[in-house]
């Protein structure tokens, strides 16, 4: 099993996900862009990535569950690096005119693991720096 961070705080060893190692990251990152490809050959209009919900990119976003002291994690620029490598990497492997969007989830439910609102500003200051997503669900 894969985690985002190592420690999920589970109580048998045996079962303790390992922490994602940058070669598992840069595989997974591969994998959404080869997705979007084979979702656009099937003939769908666009693609949404999920980054809500406590899904694999909310860990990466979410401090409560991104406790990574590398380039995933920290800042809230490191800790995006994850969703912005995936829209390259989509936007690498599709046509130019296909949508791709995604869905954020602004809060975790938890006091420790939401955005703080300095956070959604820098977000939403950073966007000329991000690959461009075509269409933001929050």
Request: glycine share 10%; hydrophobic share 35%; charged share 35%.
């Amino acid at each position: 099993r894969l985690a985002v961070s190592a420690g999920d705080g589970s109580s048998d060893p045996e079962s303790e996900p390992r922490e994602m190692t940058d070669e598992d990251i840069e595989k997974i990152i591969d994998a959404f862009g080869r997705s979007a490809r084979r979702v656009e050959e099937a003939g769908f209009d666009g693609v949404q990535i999920h980054g809500a919900h406590g899904y694999l990119v909310t860990q990466f976003l979410s401090p409560r569950s991104n406790r990574r002291r590398d380039r995933w994690g920290g800042s809230l620029e490191n800790r995006m690096r994850f969703v912005v490598e995936v829209v390259r990497a989509i936007k690498r492997c599709v046509d130019d005119g296909f949508p791709v969007m995604i869905k954020l989830g602004c809060r975790d439910y938890l006091d420790d693991g939401k955005l703080t609102e300095d956070e959604l500003a820098q977000l939403r200051s950073q966007r000329h720096a991000r690959p461009a997503e075509d269409g933001t669900e929050i």
